[in-house]
């Protein structure tokens, strides 16, 4: 990265604190009043298996939910802002900036028919107003910071005229230029080689530390998380069952399924969605939960007093842990 140049501020992240958030597709709650809480300048990883509502919780944390969802109730705090009470200009305003989003298909973030360096120049223009010339050449700045070697090139050309790899770098510059203090990659490396996937994972957490971004990281991998996360947390039926640091949470799970989600990966088998079905006991809930705890019925802690009847709610367990669970006594 070319520090005189300045093109990426350092220490750009701020604290972020998700509160009781609630969204539904129509007649489907895919969030139920999740709650999570990221440190400035740390990345957290987001784990669970499919369906359990991490894109949901990424779209709506970046406020970029399709026409059907709705935020229904809840918080989105990043510093100060409520990104989830905004609205018209002031939303407009706080996405890509206040929080960035990088999308597991990057075509689907570009422009086809503009140049790769327009489109990151636009950003520094219209947000910053910065002169054009100036835009342009912020726009290599953040290229080369991306790891594109002759940015000044790369920039004059089409995105379908670039790699994969290439195309998630200039989208990575892209949110760069927009400076946010949240940066929310839902499996960006899921649909690249796996050569480059690992490119894409050291650049991202190259950035993390350089310019201090608070990153939440949706993956199903965790061997990803093992290498990027400095707290997890785990969904379960739209609700976030389990939180903790990335160390203590891998030693001790305390909640059931983070149990569980952990034994899969330590038996050797990949954490991709459909060995962790098979390897837990029973389905996830599909269309909709069953009463009480979204997990009592694959749970072998399951009782009818209280985990068939009434939802658990997160119950704070000290070094910033917190599990939702109404049998925390089986803990280690
Ligand atoms: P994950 O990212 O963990 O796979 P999602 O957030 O994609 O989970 O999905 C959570 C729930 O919301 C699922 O039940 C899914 O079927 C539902 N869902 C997701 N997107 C839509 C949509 N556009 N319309 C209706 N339901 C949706």
């Not at 070319?2 to 990426?8: A, C, H, I, Q, Y």
């Not at 991490?54 to 990043?78: E, F, N």
Request: hydrophobic content about 40%; overall charge neutral; aromatic content about 4%.
């Amino acid at each position: 990265m070319n520090e005189s140049d300045n093109s990426v501020p350092a220490a750009l992240g701020d604290d972020v604190s998700i509160g009781n958030l609630t969204v539904r597709y129509g007649d489907t709650t895919a969030l139920r009043g999740a709650h999570l809480r990221i440190p400035a300048g740390t990345t957290t990883a987001l784990v669970g298996e499919s369906g359990s509502g991490k894109s949901t919780l990424a779209l709506a944390a970046s406020r970029l939910l399709p026409a059907d969802a709705q935020i229904v109730s809840g918080s989105v705090r990043v510093g100060d802002t409520d990104l989830a009470a905004l609205s018209g200009p002031r939303l407009r305003e706080a996405r890509g900036g206040v929080a960035a989003y990088l999308a597991q298909d990057a075509s689907v973030a570009l422009n086809p028919v503009l140049r790769v360096g327009s489109q990151i120049a636009e950003v520094h223009q219209v947000r910053h107003g910065v002169s054009r010339r100036e835009a342009a050449r912020l726009a290599e700045n953040n290229l080369a910071d991306v790891g594109i070697p002759d940015p000044a090139r790369v920039a004059r050309r089409y995105p379908h005229q670039l790699s994969g790899g290439m195309r998630q770098r200039a989208v990575i510059a892209i949110a760069l230029a927009f400076r946010p203090r949240l940066l929310i990659a839902d499996e960006p490396t899921t649909a690249l080689d796996v050569t480059v996937q690992a490119d894409i994972l050291a650049l991202i957490v190259r950035l993390q530390k350089q310019c201090g971004l608070t990153v939440l990281w949706i993956t199903h991998d965790m061997s990803v998380v093992a290498e990027i996360a400095d707290r997890v947390a785990v969904m379960y039926g739209g609700r976030i069952v389990e939180q903790a640091d990335a160390l203590e949470l891998f030693e001790s799970p305390a909640h059931p399924y983070t149990q569980a989600l952990l034994g899969c990966f330590r038996q050797g088998r990949t954490a991709q969605p459909k060995h962790i079905v098979t390897a837990i006991k029973g389905s996830p809930p599909v269309g909709g939960v069953p009463d009480g705890c979204p997990f009592h019925p694959r749970c072998p802690h399951a009782d009818d007093s209280h985990c068939r009847t009434t939802l658990p709610e997160p119950r704070v367990l000290g070094g910033g842990r917190q599990a939702a669970c109404h049998h925390l006594e089986f803990a280690p």
